[in-house]
Each structure stands twice: as structure tokens, then as C-alpha cells.
Nanobody
Framework: QVQLVESGGGLVQAGGSLRLSCAASGLTFSTYAMAWFRQAPGKEREFVAGIDWSGGSIYYTDSVKGRFTISRDNAKNTVYLQMNSLKPEDTAVYYC???????????????WGQGTQVTVSS
């Protein structure tokens, strides 16, 4: 049984930082591309960042470039999202996802976590 468990969300003031973690089990983690998506209230879920199995290819949506960093530790079966210079518009539920290819589309990901809330106050 595949499980992706996110942690690290919370309430932070604008300009602050948070580090999200996603611990995976039940799959061969080192063979999967991993991604972070987010969904704000009343909006569709959107791609935030993704990393291929080796960490050699990384993509970010334009709105987080220069502020967010995705990384992975295959020995720990964990993917991270370091979020700096947070803005109120970053407020959303953040989901990690595992898939066979590194793409920005939800349909390319087979497994999803339950999500963690990130709230940025102004």
C-alpha cells in the first residue's frame, strides 16, 4: 500500500519560511518523479514544483521561482519543499504526488498525499 504523508505546514507571517516534507512508503521511491501541487480556496489544484527520480531535473511554476526549492533524499524516501519569502497568495493546501514522469499535469501522478495546510498572513 502506497502512502505519501506530508508534514510541515502551518501559519506563518508574510516573508517567513516553512519547510514541507513528504515521506513515502510502499513504493520504490528512487524510481519515481515527485512533485508538489497546491490548491487555494475556490481555485483549481496547480503544479508548484517537481523533481525527477535522480534530482537532476527540477521545474518550478513561475510564481515560486527564486523562493521555493524542491529536493529529495532517496535514502530517506522523502521529498522536501523549502518555501522562503512566503506571500499571502501562497496560502493553500499543499499536496505531494508521485508519478512515472516529471510533468506539471495532475494526470501524470499516480499517488497523492492527504495534503498539509499552509497559511500566510499579511
Amino acid at each position: 500500500q502506497v502512502q505519501l504523508v506530508e508534514s510541515g505546514g502551518g501559519l506563518v507571517q508574510a516573508g517567513g519560511s516553512l519547510r514541507l516534507s513528504c515521506a513515502a512508503s510502499g513504493l520504490t521511491f528512487s524510481t519515481y518523479a515527485m512533485a508538489w501541487f497546491r490548491q487555494a480556496p475556490g481555485k483549481e489544484r496547480e503544479f508548484v514544483a517537481g523533481i525527477d527520480w535522480s534530482g537532476g531535473s527540477i521545474y518550478y511554476t513561475d510564481s515560486v521561482k527564486g523562493r521555493f526549492t524542491i529536493s529529495r533524499d532517496n535514502a530517506k524516501n522523502t521529498v522536501y519543499l523549502q518555501m522562503n519569502s512566503l506571500k499571502p497568495e501562497d496560502t493553500a493546501v499543499y499536496y505531494c504526488a508521485a508519478g512515472g514522469v516529471l510533468k506539471p499535469r495532475e494526470s501524470d501522478y499516480n499517488y497523492w498525499g492527504q495534503g498539509t495546510q499552509v497559511t500566510v498572513s499579511s
